[in-house]
C-alpha cells in the first residue's frame, strides 16, 4: 500500500462548481497534512495546513480530515480557471510524504 | 522576505559526471528538505537537514548526497549521473523546530538532464 494515495485525475469541474479532491494515507500515527498547489512548471505552493479532524476553512478552500478512515480532502468552491493545476496532498509523520497529485481542470 | 532560491535552474549533464546543486532558504529557517520530482514517480524525498545534520534520508543510493553549511543554505550531490536522474529537483526550507506542524516552502527548482 502507497503511503500517500490521490486518484491521478484529470477530475473535469465546471466553473462555478465545487471541485472535491480526495487522499488517503497509510500511517494512522501520520500528525499533520497539507494541500500543495502546482502549476505545470511551477514549483508547489502550500494551499491549506490541517493537523486536527474536522474542517478548516480558508477563503474558497476548506480541508477536512478524518483521522479514524485515515483521508484528507480538499474542496475548491466557486471554481476558477485559475484553479487548474495539480493538487498535492502530503502527509508528516517524522518526514513528509507526498502524493502523486491530482490533476484539476476546471472548464470555462 | 526572500523565498527559498535554487541555483542553478537549468542543467545539461552527460552520464557519468558528477553535479551539485545549491539551495538557500528562507530567512530564518533551518531545516532544508530535497526532493526530485520526475513524471512517472511524482515528488519523492530526498533528504533533510537541519543544523548542518541530516535528520532524515529516503530510499535514493547513495551517488545522491547533501550538506548544510552553517547559515543554513544546502548543497546537493548527485554522482556518477545515470539517464534516469533526469528531474527536478526541489529544495524546500521550514524552521524545522516543531517536526509535525512544519510547513514546507518550495524553492523554484533546478531541472536537471542527462544526455
Known amino acids: 500500500q502507497k503511503e500517500v494515495e490521490q486518484n491521478s485525475g484529470p477530475l473535469s469541474v465546471p466553473e462555478g462548481a465545487i471541485a472535491s479532491l480526495n487522499c488517503t494515507y497509510s500511517?494512522?500515527?501520520?500528525?499533520?497534512f497539507f494541500w500543495y498547489r502546482q502549476y505545470s512548471g511551477k514549483s508547489p505552493e502550500l494551499i491549506m495546513s490541517?493537523?486536527?479532524?474536522g474542517d478548516k476553512e480558508d477563503g474558497r478552500f476548506t480541508a477536512q480530515l478524518n483521522k479514524a478512515s485515515q483521508y484528507v480532502s480538499l474542496l475548491i468552491r466557486d471554481s476558477q480557471p485559475s484553479d487548474s493545476a495539480t493538487y498535492l496532498c502530503?502527509?508528516?509523520?517524522?518526514?513528509?510524504?507526498f502524493g502523486k497529485g491530482t490533476r484539476l481542470h476546471i472548464l470555462p | 522576505k526572500a523565498g527559498v532560491t535554487q541555483t542553478p535552474r537549468y542543467l545539461i549533464k552527460t552520464r557519468g559526471q558528477q553535479v551539485t546543486l545549491s539551495c538557500s532558504p528562507i530567512s530564518g529557517h533551518r531545516s532544508v528538505s530535497w526532493y526530485q520530482q520526475t513524471p512517472g514517480q511524482g515528488l519523492q524525498f530526498l533528504f533533510e537537514?537541519?543544523?548542518?545534520?541530516?535528520?532524515n534520508k529516503g530510499n535514493f543510493p547513495g551517488r545522491f548526497s547533501g550538506r548544510q553549511f552553517s547559515n543554513s543554505r544546502s548543497e546537493m550531490n548527485v554522482s556518477t549521473l545515470e539517464l534516469g536522474d533526469s528531474a527536478l529537483y526541489l529544495c524546500?526550507?521550514?524552521?524545522?523546530?516543531?517536526?509535525?506542524?512544519?510547513?514546507?516552502?518550495f524553492g523554484p527548482g533546478t531541472r536537471l538532464t542527462v544526455l
Open positions: 490541517i493537523y486536527s479532524n
Open positions: 500511517d494512522r500515527v501520520s500528525q499533520s
Open positions: 502530503a502527509v508528516n509523520k517524522d518526514k513528509i510524504i
Open positions: 537537514y537541519f543544523s548542518e545534520t541530516q535528520r
Open positions: 524546500a526550507s521550514s524552521l524545522g523546530l516543531n517536526g509535525f506542524t512544519d510547513t514546507q516552502y
